[in-house]
């Protein structure tokens, strides 16, 4: 089989479970792995014909795909902010969305003359570390209740050269509000039980539930940590969320009625409400 064969075979296969954007960008992925060649290169030797190797590796991964496991679970790594990251099923893949909030944060606040930032969720690591690469005089800590995953953020850091402090602990439990940060930044459990209908079934299946749904109470979370934060950060610090597009005004509230100031509510490039920014009051 050649490359091109290949590259024919995933995109048919992968068109009857994804949209065509989609299924492209998975078999991109998927040839880049398998062949160790980017994009242009591929597209240059075509006409190669495959190793049995190759062709073994191939076989594996399409039958994995076909089951709705993640591309970037089976390469083991994705890219976010233009850095590599390590990911496994024990974190959530970052998402488009993600990079939106992280350069939001990063436009907004490298003009603070110092900088302590707090991730509560952090999960593969990707924000605080993107953070502390493109905010290097940060102080950067980040938070999660897994063990699993703050190993994964630390081979990240590790693997970036960034110096960030991993804490474990549990944003609705512990008292990590007696730390002071200028800035503190969720990407919550924020999915309802009664959406996980509709859900696709390569995130439903194989991410994290503990890193997706706020079972009960889809606010608990922004809450929690709203209520918290007025005790953590510093006059005039700034809160940041990731948030269900569905629940923007929600979020909107309950932060004003906290006394929360600047409350702005950013839609991302589909136009979807997903990002909120709220300051402390001085």
């Known amino acids: 089989m050649t490359i091109a064969e290949l590259q024919k075979t995933f995109h048919e296969q992968l068109a009857l479970i994804y949209d065509t954007r989609e299924s492209r960008a998975i078999t991109q992925l998927a040839l880049e792995h398998i062949l160790n060649l980017n994009g242009p290169k591929i597209s240059l030797e075509k006409f190669r014909l495959l190793t049995t190797y190759q062709q073994q590796q191939a076989d594996e991964m399409l039958e994995r795909l076909q089951k709705h496991e993640?591309?970037?679970?089976i390469i083991g790594k994705t890219w976010f902010y233009g850095l590599e990251f390590f990911v496994n099923s024990t974190v959530l893949i970052p998402r488009p969305e993600t990079e939106e909030?992280?350069?939001w944060i990063i436009q907004v606040e490298k003009k603070r003359d110092a900088l302590s930032i707090l991730d509560i969720g952090t999960g593969s690591g990707c924000i605080s570390i993107t953070l502390k690469h493109q905010l290097p005089n940060a102080k950067v800590c980040a938070m999660d209740i897994s063990e699993e995953a703050l190993n994964i953020a630390r081979n990240n850091a590790n693997a970036l050269k960034q110096s960030v402090q991993l804490i474990r602990g549990d944003?609705?439990?512990d008292d990590?509000?007696?730390?002071?940060y200028n800035i503190i930044v969720s990407n919550p459990p924020y999915i309802s039980a009664d959406e996980k209908e509709i859900m696709h079934k390569n995130v439903l299946q194989y991410e994290p539930h503990t890193a997706?749904?706020?079972e009960g109470d889809a606010l608990i979370f922004y809450r929690t940590i709203a209520d918290k934060a007025l005790q953590s950060l510093t006059p005039g610090g700034a809160l940041y969320f990731?948030?269900?597009?569905n629940k923007g005004d929600d979020v909107i509230e309950l932060l004003r009625v906290r006394g929360y100031k600047n409350i702005e509510l950013k839609t991302d490039m589909s136009g979807k409400p997903r990002m909120v920014r709220a300051e402390k009051s001085n």
């Open 70 to 73: 993640p591309i970037q679970y």
């Open 171 to 173: 944003a609705l439990n």
């Open 212 to 214: 997706l749904f706020a």
């Open 242 to 245: 990731e948030i269900n597009e």
């Open 176 to 180: 990590w509000q007696k730390e002071s």
């Open 101 to 103: 909030l992280v350069d």
